[in-house]
């Protein structure tokens, strides 16, 4: 099976490295294909590995995802106001997908968004991701419109699906 843990700076820093990296390699060619951008994966890497700070307890989450020994999905969450969290970064590999881990991610970071004392969680993600929406949807997500703090663009926030979770303490 698989098992959730938060990862841990020095431990785990190569495990989170390689889960960023894997999920730019799929997600830079999924944004180019559908609106002919393209980033320096590289670049973002680096800031990621540089900010892992924002997703360390007592306001953060960095969580993994191993499976059968092998390291199989990362999710991330971060502090944007007193009772407010983020949700980035999450991703399960390809070979691994369709075994609950996902699922898993999300439940984890909710329940962990409770304990911390977030009322609600954000994300977002590009349209066409409908696996993810329909994953976020069934963990009780609902579409909201862009909020002030996403990193996506403007001239992108069209294209994009905003959501929030509202839970109480």
């Not at 700070?53 to 971060?78: H, S, V, W």
């Not at 991610?105 to 304990?115: K, N």
């Not at 997500?141 to 703090?149: D, H, L, Q, S």
């Amino acid at each position: 099976m698989f098992r959730i843990f938060q990862a841990v700076k020095g431990r785990d820093d190569q495990a989170v490295r390689d889960l960023f990296w894997a999920y730019l390699q799929w997600a830079t060619p999924e944004v180019n294909r559908e609106f002919g951008v393209g980033f320096d994966e590289e670049s973002l890497l680096e800031r990621d590995m540089c900010e892992l700070a924002k997703f360390q307890p007592p306001d953060g989450r960095l969580l993994l995802a191993e499976y059968e020994g092998e390291m199989a999905g990362i999710a991330c969450m971060k502090k944007i106001r007193e009772d407010l969290g983020e949700i980035k970064r999450m991703y399960v590999s390809p070979q691994y997908r369709r075994r609950g881990i996902g699922r898993a991610l999300g439940e984890r970071l909710i329940q962990d968004a409770r304990v911390i004392g977030y009322r609600r969680i954000w994300l977002d993600s590009p349209s066409s991701w409908k696996g993810s929406h329909a994953l976020y949807r069934s963990l009780g997500f609902r579409e909201i419109g862009p909020y002030p703090e996403s990193e996506i663009p403007v001239e992108f926030q069209p294209f994009w699906i905003f959501m929030e979770l509202r839970q109480s303490p």
